[in-house]
């Protein structure tokens, strides 16, 4: 194929990721493998992946915010937190292992979709906190903020699952917070990425309109159907990348 053309998949393939990561997370899943068939390496690839998916996550969280689904003021210090674990993330990255993480990280997600898929009375409505506010700002934001600039595949699942099962959210509730802290932890993985130079800047630049356009469109699906939509497709998706990541 012509240049012109993986360009215009590799866009389309954002719009297809900005859909799925508004409402279930996991747009990782689509778009890192586009890029590295598209033929980028792999440290420009995940550099390019986190300038695009900006878009995705920033657009999910304004269009969430607007609806009131989630207060951005008083939700910041957590985002700074989330922000500062994907910074210790990414500078950790290039030094640690992580074939342990490659090896654990299916089976946490199918352990995700389980929970997901048979735990009775998920819903929109919020039920009994099992951790304080405080706990859960200061130990499980930077702690899933920091894998997703070590790492990153499944952090939007990883936020769910902390939101609902031990913040007692929502389901609709839990989507609309991981957005914003999932954006802060996209910054703090971009801004290493930048600053070491690996990034496309034109390709993840169009992606990332791609991605903002297809996260309005989850996003609004998102409100609009709540755990109808939310659930099935979170299982989904924990499944899918799970299924991806043994088949690597």
Known sequence: MSPETIFLL???????AGFVDAIAGGGGMITVPALLIGGLDPLT???????????????????YARKGHVHLRSLLPAAALSFAGAVAGALLAANL????LRTLLPFLLIAIAVYFAVK???????????ISPRSFALFLVPLVGAYDGLFGPGTGSFFMLAFVGLAGYGVLKATAHTKLLNFASNVGGFAVFAAVGSIH???????GVAQFLGARLGAASAMRFGARLIRPLLVTVCIALAVKLLWS
Do not use: C, H, Y
Not at 97 to 100: C, R
Not at 123 to 128: M, N
């Open 45 to 63: 690839a995940l550099g390019t992946n986190k300038l695009q998916s900006l878009f995705g996550s920033g657009s999910a969280t304004i269009s």
């Open 201 to 207: 800047w034109k390709l993840g630049l169009a992606m």
């Open 10 to 16: 590799l866009v389309g393939a954002a719009f297809l």
């Open 120 to 130: 009775p009375g998920l819903s929109d409505i919020d039920r009994e906190r099992r």
């Open 97 to 100: 292992p992580l074939e342990f």
